[in-house]
């Protein structure tokens, strides 16, 4: 199996031909929570214009690997669908169950997932520490928001950063 990765760890496939030999037949679902949130418009406002440019760069580049990683739900899909098919008509196998597959399954789900959540993680404190111009800052507010950012939205953080955001450089300018 390593030498199986190892290729594919190492070679770039083109997206027209995952897309042909891979997603054609097994499409990722059109769940929202397989596309990474777009960046709230309110940011800007807090960040100067060059560090912008280079935020977004790096954003979009966070953004097109979350996107790549989610492709693996596709082919997924498809085997989670053929194996609960097969669990419905049969209880249980000698050498591997059903069960023991749609354990391992559930793992693999499981990190794909992980990594979309490394990849947000990393979008948010990009822009939180270029915000409040610190990274500890940006980590403690992370960790405040923790609830907010795991819901799920179509934007990377949503009304309630904004507002917490908006009270902070208030108090900040108050404090001048």
Known sequence: MAAFCRKYFYKHLTDESIKRNILDDAPVPTNVFYNPPKVDEFV????????????KLHDKSLAFIQKKSTQIMGPLVKVWSVIEEAWKGQEENNEFSIMDMLKLEARVVLLVGQTNTTCLHERWLNFLAKIMKEVKKAKEQLKTYEHDLAQETDTLYGDTIYKALCRRCKSKKRER
Do not use: Q, W
């Not at 406002?45 to 912008?52: E, P, R, V």
């Open 44 to 55: 800007e406002d807090f960040i100067d214009y060059n560090s912008m440019k280079f935020l």
